[in-house]
């Protein structure tokens, strides 16, 4: 589906109860420090200021009374919506029996930022413009800050053309272009816009310790801010605009989504803006996706150079050597705050109730502190990956590719939580063995830029052994696959990965039995699903089933287009974009028996995903 498709939906008076929106249903917005999700009836129902795991503002999409801003039109309407072209900012048409309007939505940038810029200094405003286009439409403008997860209703009262809230870490100002009302913490308005007529709309985030609060951008500049942020982004991707192939312009919005999960600050990349979008309605999979997962942001970081040649890659790899504090062993965790906070402790939240009553709902993430060794093979990859870019390794960095390495050689036969963060038993999973060999190998790779911190024979001998076990103890003859975990005999999607990196070819025989024996036990309609859950408790610690999981769908697109399968590659491909929603997001997962998207959204994986499967499908296409 083509980023810029767009259907209408058609929506009743407003008035009529509103229930929980599809998670498909929302459309990203992104300054690259925070994100906002607005629905397709023009109501921002999740924003969280001034980053991305800071508390919400509006949280609606979680819970009805956890704060929304809306503005739509008073009687029945269609709507349908795009990304202007090139950005992150999203354009809606209502139609009603009256006349056509046209809403535009947009996190703003530093004004006349440009190009590499994109996201420093950031306002932390969030505008929105509505435009008559055809005869006449009366509109209804509703915003209702409940800050704290929805637990709080602000002191919000009336100040020049608009208002403030007052009290509270999340305090906001917000001017509107047409008279409004505060009752009970919410501001309203009712208006009407002809053709031709503009009204303008912002908030911005007020600092606790601001003296002199900054003002929101007044309304009758809403427009020319829009159009400022609008070149902002079409700058930013024509400075990294560099694939060509036949699916450019899903690949291209892939990039801006991946851009738009950049906490510009630091470095950090997120793995989806949201928390507790659930990966099975009603069920308990429910997670805070709003931090820097070393093997999300490593990943990204590879789809960004297939999709834009990103200049963030230095930026990234300083995040995560000053998180770590240079060192590595136990120091290496995988994931941090954006901030380069350690501690995510996981609470509940039980004042809201979930998406779709999806409980529970839960902020931070306790797999912090999880034991993952996979994560040193996906630094490395992506230190190699840039290693041009990156230019003479500074000697901090010198010494932490060392540490990555022999951290590799000497833990690589340890059990682990593995790379799906498996709450239960630790078990010896292959995946973490493979990108244990993937650390070393890289490092070998690595060797001549490291001056005197390099161990090419040392770590070459063990990246071998490594190899030697996997192949011996990995192999499930049973099933005639490369296994979960060794002497096991469950499949793992992660076993896709094995050709991706490069440790063994996709046309292998046993790595062709394996890519098949996925396709076929490991896959709900063509999709793929990361393993296989049993009744009761599952070897992930957890109850319930998930969906199918995009990114190991989007690795079997590329696997068998390294097989020589290049038909069913594409066929595949295919049918994974054919889920992205009317703006071309994707989450993480797919019910394929409702054709519904699930989990936190938009995620970064799945577009990595679907970038890297693209760019593989090319290569057997010889157009790469």
């Given at each position: 589906?083509?980023?810029?498709?767009?259907?209408?939906?058609?929506?009743?008076?407003?008035?009529?109860?509103?229930?929980?929106?599809?998670?498909?249903?929302?459309?990203?917005?992104?300054?690259?420090?925070?994100?906002?999700?607005?629905?397709?009836?023009?109501?921002?129902?999740?924003?969280?200021?001034?980053?991305?795991?800071?508390?919400?503002?509006?949280?609606?999409?979680?819970?009805?009374?956890?704060?929304?801003?809306?503005?739509?039109?008073?009687?029945?309407?269609?709507?349908?919506?795009?990304?202007?072209?090139?950005?992150?900012?999203?354009?809606?048409?209502?139609?009603?029996?009256?006349?056509?309007?046209?809403?535009?939505?947009?996190?703003?940038?530093?004004?006349?930022?440009?190009?590499?810029?994109?996201?420093?200094?950031?306002?932390?405003?969030?505008?929105?413009?509505?435009?008559?286009?055809?005869?006449?439409?009366?509109?209804?403008?509703?915003?209702?800050?409940?800050?704290?997860?929805?637990?709080?209703?602000?002191?919000?009262?009336?100040?020049?053309?608009?208002?403030?809230?007052?009290?509270?870490?999340?305090?906001?100002?917000?001017?509107?272009?047409?008279?409004?009302?505060?009752?009970?913490?919410?501001?309203?308005?009712?208006?009407?816009?002809?053709?031709?007529?503009?009204?303008?709309?912002?908030?911005?985030?007020?600092?606790?310790?601001?003296?002199?609060?900054?003002?929101?951008?007044?309304?009758?500049?809403?427009?020319?801010?829009?159009?400022?942020?609008?070149?902002?982004?079409?700058?930013?991707?024509?400075?990294?605009?560099?694939?060509?192939?036949?699916?450019?312009?899903?690949?291209?919005?892939?990039?801006?989504?991946?851009?738009?999960?950049?906490?510009?600050?630091?470095?950090?990349?997120?793995?989806?803006?949201?928390?507790?979008?659930?990966?099975?309605?009603?069920?308990?999979?429910?997670?805070?996706?709003?931090?820097?997962?070393?093997?999300?942001?490593?990943?990204?970081?590879?789809?960004?150079?297939?999709?834009?040649?990103?200049?963030?890659?230095?930026?990234?790899?300083?995040?995560?050597?000053?998180?770590?504090?240079?060192?590595?062993?136990?120091?290496?965790?995988?994931?941090?705050?954006?901030?380069?906070?350690?501690?995510?402790?996981?609470?509940?939240?039980?004042?809201?109730?979930?998406?779709?009553?999806?409980?529970?709902?839960?902020?931070?993430?306790?797999?912090?502190?999880?034991?993952?060794?996979?994560?040193?093979?996906?630094?490395?990859?992506?230190?190699?990956?840039?290693?041009?870019?990156?230019?003479?390794?500074?000697?901090?960095?010198?010494?932490?590719?060392?540490?990555?390495?022999?951290?590799?050689?000497?833990?690589?036969?340890?059990?682990?939580?593995?790379?799906?963060?498996?709450?239960?038993?630790?078990?010896?999973?292959?995946?973490?063995?493979?990108?244990?060999?993937?650390?070393?190998?890289?490092?070998?790779?690595?060797?001549?830029?490291?001056?005197?911190?390099?161990?090419?024979?040392?770590?070459?001998?063990?990246?071998?052994?490594?190899?030697?076990?996997?192949?011996?103890?990995?192999?499930?003859?049973?099933?005639?696959?490369?296994?979960?975990?060794?002497?096991?005999?469950?499949?793992?999607?992660?076993?896709?990965?094995?050709?991706?990196?490069?440790?063994?070819?996709?046309?292998?025989?046993?790595?062709r039995s394996t890519i098949e024996a996925i396709a076929r036990d490991l896959t709900e309609d063509g999709l793929v699903l990361r393993y296989r859950n049993e009744e009761g408790l599952n070897v992930d610690g957890l109850v319930?089933?998930?969906?199918?999981?995009?990114?190991?769908?989007?690795?079997?697109?590329?696997?068998?287009?390294?097989?020589?399968?290049?038909?069913?590659?594409?066929q595949l491909f295919d049918q994974l974009s054919g889920y992205a929603n009317d703006l071309g997001l994707l989450a993480e997962e797919i019910d394929t028996a409702s054709g519904e998207q699930l989990g936190n959204f938009p995620?970064?994986?799945?577009?990595?995903?679907?970038?890297?499967?693209?760019?593989?499908?090319?290569?057997?296409?010889?157009?790469?």
């Amino acid at each position: 589906m083509a980023a810029t498709a767009a259907s209408a939906m058609a929506y009743g008076p407003a008035g009529e109860a509103r229930g929980s929106q599809p998670i498909a249903g929302y459309g990203l917005l992104a300054d690259c420090n925070s994100a906002a999700l607005v629905a397709r009836d023009g109501s921002i129902d999740w924003l969280c200021l001034p980053r991305y795991d800071s508390e919400s503002v509006f949280g609606r999409i979680l819970d009805p009374s956890a704060g929304h801003w809306s503005i739509h039109p008073a009687g029945a309407f269609t709507s349908e919506r795009r990304y202007l072209p090139g950005t992150l900012v999203v354009e809606t048409i209502f139609t009603t029996d009256t006349g056509t309007a046209k809403l535009t939505d947009a996190l703003v940038f530093a004004e006349g930022q440009r190009g590499h810029d994109l996201g420093y200094d950031a306002p932390h405003e969030l505008v929105r413009s509505v435009e008559g286009i055809s005869g006449e439409v009366e509109l209804v403008f509703e915003l209702a800050p409940r800050t704290e997860y929805g637990l709080v209703r602000p002191l919000f009262r009336m100040e020049g053309d608009g208002g403030r809230t007052f009290g509270g870490p999340n305090r906001i100002g917000v001017r509107a272009g047409v008279p409004v009302e505060i009752e009970d913490a919410t501001m309203r308005a009712a208006f009407t816009v002809s053709a031709g007529e503009r009204v303008g709309f912002s908030l911005r985030w007020i600092p606790t310790e601001a003296h002199e609060p900054p003002r929101a951008t007044a309304p009758d500049a809403v427009a020319a801010r829009i159009e400022d942020t609008v070149e902002a982004w079409r700058s930013w991707e024509a400075d990294h605009d560099i694939y060509e192939g036949p699916r450019r312009e899903l690949v291209r919005l892939s990039s801006r989504v991946l851009k738009g999960l950049t906490y510009r600050p630091t470095g950090a990349i997120v793995a989806a803006p949201t928390t507790s979008l659930p990966e099975t309605v009603g069920g308990e999979r429910n997670w805070d996706y709003r931090y820097a997962w070393v093997r999300d942001a490593s990943l990204t970081v590879e789809a960004l150079y297939i999709g834009s040649c990103s200049d963030e890659a230095g930026e990234f790899v300083s995040f995560m050597t000053s998180s770590a504090g240079g060192r590595v062993d136990e120091h290496l965790q995988i994931m941090y705050g954006i901030d380069g906070r350690h501690d995510l402790a996981e609470r509940e939240l039980d004042h809201l109730r979930g998406w779709r009553d999806s409980r529970p709902v839960r902020v931070g993430n306790g797999a912090w502190n999880q034991t993952q060794l996979d994560v040193y093979g996906e630094l490395l990859d992506a230190i190699y990956l840039y290693r041009h870019e990156l230019g003479d390794l500074h000697p901090e960095i010198q010494r932490f590719v060392r540490d990555l390495a022999d951290t590799a050689a000497r833990r690589w036969d340890e059990r682990d939580a593995g790379m799906w963060e498996m709450r239960g038993e630790h078990q010896h999973h292959l995946s973490s063995k493979m990108f244990c060999w993937v650390a070393l190998d890289r490092a070998v790779k690595l060797a001549p830029k490291l001056g005197a911190f390099a161990k090419p024979d040392e770590w070459a001998a063990e990246r071998d052994h490594i190899r030697d076990a996997i192949l011996e103890r990995g192999w499930s003859e049973k099933r005639q696959a490369y296994a979960q975990s060794f002497d096991s005999d469950e499949l793992d999607a992660a076993q896709l990965l094995m050709p991706i990196v490069g440790f063994l070819p996709a046309t292998d025989e046993r790595m062709r039995s394996t890519i098949e024996a996925i396709a076929r036990d490991l896959t709900e309609d063509g999709l793929v699903l990361r393993y296989r859950n049993e009744e009761g408790l599952n070897v992930d610690g957890l109850v319930g089933e998930e969906g199918t999981f995009v990114i190991c769908s989007f690795w079997l697109v590329s696997c068998l287009a390294k097989a020589g399968e290049v038909d069913r590659a594409e066929q595949l491909f295919d049918q994974l974009s054919g889920y992205a929603n009317d703006l071309g997001l994707l989450a993480e997962e797919i019910d394929t028996a409702s054709g519904e998207q699930l989990g936190n959204f938009p995620q970064a994986f799945s577009h990595i995903g679907l970038i890297t499967a693209a760019n593989e499908v090319d290569k057997a296409r010889g157009l790469a």
